[in-house]
């Protein structure tokens, strides 16, 4: 069976956005924190050997950068993970190799998880995350916190999601103040 693994960047006051629109002027905060300390700890992380799930904003977002992003490690790691998406539209899915999730999104994630293989990665794709985080079907959270407040941007959890456990198990930091947190997913918080 194969472990789901969600990776966020994430602010000191819980906003995950990065990309700018018209409600969001803060488009490449994390930038200036990312270091080759922060790179190695967050690839150590991730693993070699993974196929990723995402949502159909984050694969599109992701297929116009990675294909093109050259010879790197993270690069190669993503473009060669098999991309599980959430999608309407399968047959547009370029970015290979990549396969859609199918009509009912939790039975397919239930059913690729199900499977012997590689970890499943999940980064960014925000209410896809808040769905798995409902059905139980996380297995660790990992998040990069950035020392900084935006006050306002899309939050990791939308306000729909009950609130939940999660078990501490290790951080590591870098010299620009990252803290990569690793969390075992334990269920519902019981009152």
Do not use: C
């Not at 020392?147 to 999601?161: H, M, T």
């Amino acid at each position: 069976m194969r472990k789901i693994k969600i990776f966020e960047h994430i602010s000191l006051d819980g906003v995950i956005q990065h990309e700018n629109d018209e409600h969001f002027t803060y488009a490449g905060w994390t930038n200036p924190y990312r270091t080759p300390v922060g790179l190695a700890i967050l690839l150590e992380a991730q693993g070699t050997n993974f196929d990723l799930l995402l949502g159909r904003t984050t694969y599109n977002q992701w297929s116009e950068f990675w294909p093109k992003a050259g010879d790197t490690p993270m690069a190669n790691s993503l473009n060669a993970a098999t991309k599980y998406v959430a999608t309407h539209r399968p047959d547009s899915l370029e970015w290979g190799p990549a396969a859609d999730l199918g009509t009912d999104i939790i039975a397919g994630i239930r059913s690729i998880k199900s499977t012997d293989g590689p970890d499943l990665v999940l980064y960014g794709s925000s209410t896809l995350t808040s769905l798995l985080m409902e059905q139980g079907l996380v297995d660790e959270v990992v998040l990069i916190v950035y020392p900084i407040l935006l006050g306002r941007g899309k939050r990791f959890f939308s306000d729909r999601v009950k609130a939940q456990e999660l078990a501490f198990v290790n951080t590591k930091t870098t010299p620009t103040g990252l803290l990569l947190n690793t969390y075992r997913y334990v269920g519902a918080l019981q009152s």
